[in-house]
């Protein structure tokens, strides 16, 4: 691996950091080869799951540009996946190198995507796990015919199995509003995270950007870039689906959500990752929330 190459991430879930100097003793559970997503989030405090030194997650297989490789193994990368306006090319930050392989030169066209919450890769059909916890809208590159209800996917060098009724065939869905909203229902009651991106924890511009993924569609990780990447619909004319942005007088957006409800006449309901219950829920707007409404928006695939 070296700077200016490009690196595919090998584990189900990886984090990406400010620095790394930014990750804690309990944020131990989270690197290396052995990333256990679930018990990393479950071992925190409600506070220590909103520290500011995560900056975003990367799926199994996404791709990644390396900017610096570190002696004390560590990556300075950019998510090429993930785009933002810190740089042009995608989201950047820091990875731990163990959690990164060479990225494939070929492309396969004949791509699977994960549509169970979360599934395993095996060894072989009903065989010991090898990767457990991969994510909804992660893509794997089929490699074969079903066997016993299993189909087998290529990861880096490894040919891994996958239970059939985890996946579908990307493309050819399309990219509805209400499509990514069901998604996104089905991660309910999952804890708020900051920068989280997985079924065990995700932030609010995190459920949006994933909730597309699933479909193909490539949004920005912010909730403020997800705004200048969607268009603008009337306040009134929204639809379930569409996203309503939150900013204070004068500042930044800061909050996203999916629109459920309200759509006509009744009081505006969202589907969002909410910082203060700390979890996905799906509720009516507050008054507080209807003060820094500031637009409603629609994804245009």
Do not use: K
């Amino acid at each position: 691996m070296r700077a200016g190459s490009d690196a595919m991430v090998r584990v189900a879930v990886a984090t990406l950091w400010s620095t790394p100097d930014a990750v804690r003793p309990i944020d131990s559970r989270a690197l290396g080869r052995t990333a256990d997503i679930p018990s990393w989030v479950a071992s925190m405090s409600a506070e220590q799951q909103v520290g500011d030194g995560v900056l975003s997650q990367l799926l199994l297989g996404e791709r990644v540009r390396v900017d610096e490789v570190r002696p004390d193994g560590w990556v300075r990368v950019v998510a090429l996946q993930q785009p933002g306006v810190r740089d042009e090319r995608g989201y950047p930050g820091w990875i731990s190198a163990d959690q990164l392989g060479p990225a494939p030169a070929d492309v396969d066209d004949t791509t699977l995507v994960v549509d169970a919450t979360a599934t395993d890769l095996r060894a072989a059909p009903r065989g010991p796990v090898l990767l457990a916890n991969v994510m909804l809208g992660t893509r794997l590159t089929a490699a074969g015919g079903p066997v016993d209800d299993f189909l087998p996917v290529r990861v880096g060098d490894e040919r891994l199995w996958v239970a059939a009724a985890d996946v579908v065939h990307a493309g050819g869905e399309g990219g509805r509003p209400t499509a990514a909203l069901d998604v996104a229902s089905r991660l309910r009651g999952v804890p708020y995270v900051w920068g989280g991106l997985s079924a065990y924890g995700i932030d609010c511009s995190g459920l949006v950007h994933l909730s597309w993924r699933r479909f193909g569609v490539t949004l920005p990780r912010d909730a403020a870039d997800q705004a200048a990447a969607t268009r603008s619909v009337p306040l009134g004319s929204e639809q379930p689906g569409d996203l309503y942005f939150f900013a204070r007088p004068g500042r930044r957006i800061h909050h996203v959500g999916m629109v459920t409800g309200g759509t006509g006449g009744g009081p505006r309901r969202m589907l969002h990752a909410c910082y203060t219950q700390r979890r996905v829920v799906e509720e009516p707007l507050s008054s507080a929330r209807e003060d820094t409404l500031i637009a409603a928006h629609r994804v245009v695939d």
